[in-house]
């Protein structure tokens, strides 16, 4: 018969053998910490990122900080504080006699999702490159470092070919589109005396010109595929469909005698990009400064853009609709807010990722 473990933290208390997942680990009951075996920690990690071979998390792990003060409870070797991973800054306690780890309570499930956080940290550390650079230098467009979407954000690709297409019925016919603003675009004057309410969703699917619509389709692909993953289809749909009808709403109530119609899906998009900046707080864009291309937090991209939003309102530049922008921006910060803990709830791996453990290159 085995002896008896002993919790490596309270040091009297035994630890008890029980289930996780379908593999057995022994636990405090006491301190809550978790004692896994290289094997069965490696099945785990494995099988939370869907993987086929068994993995090696000692072959991940960052550099050693030092040892503990703890004894493995199979060997009674001293142990070993470690980083998770290189840029993932969870500590445990690692036995390089046996390679089994001891594990905080409030750390599992960052441990047996380290894969997965690992494949996402990759992606979001990528450098820029001349490609990089290029891209933007030609487009003015920045490049988003973030998550890869588990899912095909078909409602994004919808919005896209739907908003391309109404573009192409009449962007190229001046008479056409002068008859399309005068009965789908908002105009403040008229909507708020009751008249042509439905402007507020028509509007958002009209735009002024090609480089308007590619701005904005660009970025809704941008920040889009991300948030439809982490919402759903139909939620991501309806809270895209808020934005831009709020959006508009606060347009014209900061401009309630204007005759001038008001197109775009831009207020939709700032709406996106309220969420975007909550939930994928570690995620960053590219700024081209001049000719030098860095990559920034999207805390500070969006920064510069409500930025240049407010000096371009105060320098009294027409032909972009500031008030949608940051009236659209606004109400996606209240909706990410609001659903952020849900959000993070459904989808764990991002909870993880905004965390300041994540180190993020830039």
Same mark, same amino acid.
């Given at each position: 018969?085995?002896?008896?473990?002993?919790?490596?933290?309270?040091?009297?208390?035994?630890?008890?053998?029980?289930?996780?997942?379908?593999?057995?680990?022994?636990?405090?009951?006491?301190?809550?910490?978790?004692?896994?075996?290289?094997?069965?920690?490696?099945?785990?990690?494995?099988?939370?990122?869907?993987?086929?071979?068994?993995?090696?998390?000692?072959?991940d792990?960052?550099?050693?900080?030092?040892?503990?003060g703890?004894?493995?409870?199979?060997?009674?070797?001293?142990?070993?504080?470690?980083?998770?991973l290189?840029?993932?800054?969870?500590?445990?306690?690692?036995?390089?006699?046996?390679?089994?780890?001891w594990v905080?309570?409030?750390?599992?499930?960052?441990?047996?999702?380290?894969?997965?956080?690992?494949?996402?940290?990759?992606?979001?550390?990528?450098?820029?490159?001349?490609?990089?650079?290029?891209?933007?230098?030609?487009?003015?467009?920045?490049?988003?470092y973030?998550?890869?979407?588990?899912?095909?954000?078909?409602?994004?690709?919808?919005?896209?070919?739907?908003?391309?297409?109404?573009?192409?019925?009449?962007?190229?016919?001046?008479?056409?589109?002068?008859?399309?603003?005068?009965n789908?675009?908002?105009?403040?004057?008229?909507?708020?005396?009751?008249?042509?309410?439905?402007?507020?969703?028509?509007?958002?699917?009209? %735009? $002024?010109?090609? #480089?308007? +619509?590619?701005?904005?389709?660009?970025? @809704?692909?941008?920040? =889009?595929?991300? /948030?439809?993953?982490?919402?759903? %289809? $139909?939620?991501? #749909?309806? +809270?895209?469909?808020?934005?831009?009808? @709020?959006?508009?709403? =606060?347009?014209? /109530?900061?401009?309630?005698?204007?005759?001038?119609?008001?197109?775009?899906?831009?207020?939709?998009?700032?709406g @996106?990009?309220?969420?975007?900046?909550?939930?994928?707080?570690?995620?960053?864009?590219?700024?081209?400064?001049?000719?030098?291309?860095?990559?920034?937090?999207?805390?500070?991209?969006?920064?510069?853009?409500?930025?240049?939003?407010?000096?371009?309102m105060?320098?009294?530049?027409?032909?972009?609709?500031?008030?949608?922008?940051?009236?659209?921006?606004?109400?996606?910060?209240?909706?990410?807010?609001?659903?952020?803990?849900?959000?993070?709830?459904?989808?764990?791996?991002?909870?993880?990722?905004?965390?300041?453990?994540?180190?993020?290159?830039?």
């Amino acid at each position: 018969m085995p002896g008896k473990k002993f919790c490596p933290h309270c040091r009297t208390s035994h630890l008890t053998a029980t289930d996780y997942d379908g593999e057995e680990v022994d636990i405090c009951r006491q301190c809550g910490g978790v004692w896994f075996e290289k094997a069965d920690l490696d099945s785990l990690v494995a099988a939370k990122c869907q993987r086929t071979d068994s993995g090696d998390y000692v072959a991940d792990l960052g550099p050693s900080l030092g040892y503990s003060g703890r004894e493995c409870p199979d060997c009674n070797h001293a142990m070993q504080i470690y980083h998770l991973l290189n840029d993932y800054h969870v500590a445990i306690d690692v036995c390089r006699g046996c390679d089994g780890a001891w594990v905080e309570r409030g750390t599992v499930s960052k441990v047996v999702k380290s894969a997965a956080i690992k494949h996402a940290i990759n992606d979001m550390n990528q450098s820029t490159n001349w490609k990089t650079w290029v891209f933007e230098a030609l487009l003015r467009m920045p490049v988003e470092y973030n998550v890869k979407a588990r899912i095909t954000p078909w409602v994004t690709i919808a919005l896209v070919i739907i908003n391309s297409l109404i573009f192409i019925s009449y962007g190229f016919d001046f008479e056409m589109a002068n008859e399309v603003y005068a009965n789908f675009a908002i105009a403040p004057a008229t909507v708020q005396s009751g008249n042509g309410l439905w402007t507020f969703i028509t509007a958002t699917f009209l %735009h $002024g010109s090609m #480089l308007h +619509l590619a701005g904005n389709m660009y970025f @809704l692909w941008l920040t =889009g595929d991300n /948030l439809e993953d982490a919402l759903g %289809h $139909g939620r991501f #749909l309806a +809270l895209y469909l808020v934005c831009g009808v @709020l959006a508009g709403a =606060g347009s014209v /109530l900061a401009n309630l005698d204007s005759t001038i119609p008001s197109v775009g899906a831009s207020g939709a998009i700032a709406g @996106l990009f309220g969420m975007y900046l909550l939930w994928f707080p570690k995620a960053s864009m590219t700024f081209m400064f001049v000719v030098w291309q860095k990559k920034l937090a999207v805390m500070w991209y969006f920064a510069i853009w409500l930025g240049l939003n407010f000096l371009g309102m105060s320098l009294g530049e027409g032909g972009v609709d500031y008030w949608a922008h940051i009236g659209g921006f606004a109400v996606g910060l209240a909706i990410g807010a609001t659903l952020r803990k849900w959000v993070w709830t459904r989808n764990p791996l991002l909870q993880h990722l905004a965390g300041p453990e994540v180190q993020v290159k830039r």
